[in-house]
């Protein structure tokens, strides 16, 4: 009769285990949204003064040099070319004004999904002089393989 209840002591262990696992990966599902996302109004990008006109802002944070607004809508970004001082640290903000984008730039692992109604945020180093492509890697209509910015360093 011990056998019954090391056997029944099992089973209640494992069905706890699986339920703890699987609170932490439904948590888990949830956390991308904490780092580098932030919820908006809807006509928040149209309103916001920087969104409204988007580009390179100096930034009075310690952390990084400069603020850079980006919208995107079908199909293009807006700055649709911007320069930025090599060395710098930069705090990209982007915002979409319709559907769901993509917001990559190539040759960087800055690489976000820009959704509606939230900011995708993503904190880089510049360090190399180039020209460094933006382009919309979530597929958005038609005119999608045609959206592209241009970030040049200089
Ligand atoms: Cu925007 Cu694809």
């Known amino acids: ?3 019954k209840i090391w056997m029944t002591l099992g089973s ?4 706890i285990f699986l339920a703890i696992l699987g609170i932490s990966s439904v948590h888990a599902g949830h956390t991308p949204a904490a780092s580098g996302i932030e919820t908006i109004n ?9 969104f409204g006109n988007p580009g390179l802002y100096e930034s009075d944070s310690g952390d990084y040099d400069y603020d850079l607004y980006f919208t995107a809508s079908a199909f293009m970004y807006e700055p649709r070319e911007v320069e930025i001082p090599k060395g710098s640290r930069v705090r990209i903000q982007a915002a979409t004004k319709d559907v769901i984008h993509g917001f990559s730039v190539a040759g960087t692992n800055v690489n976000m999904m820009v959704e509606p109604g939230l900011v995708s945020t993503y904190t ?3 360090n190399k002089t180039g020209e460094f ?3 919309c890697n979530e597929y958005c ?3 999608h393989a045609d959206m592209i910015s241009m970030i040049k360093v200089v």
């Open 1 to 3: 009769k011990y056998e």
């Open 12 to 15: 209640a262990s494992l069905a």
């Open 42 to 50: 809807p006509d928040f990008v149209e309103s916001d003064s920087r």
């Open 124 to 126: 880089a180093n510049f």
């Open 133 to 135: 492509l933006i382009i």
């Open 141 to 143: 209509g038609v005119g």
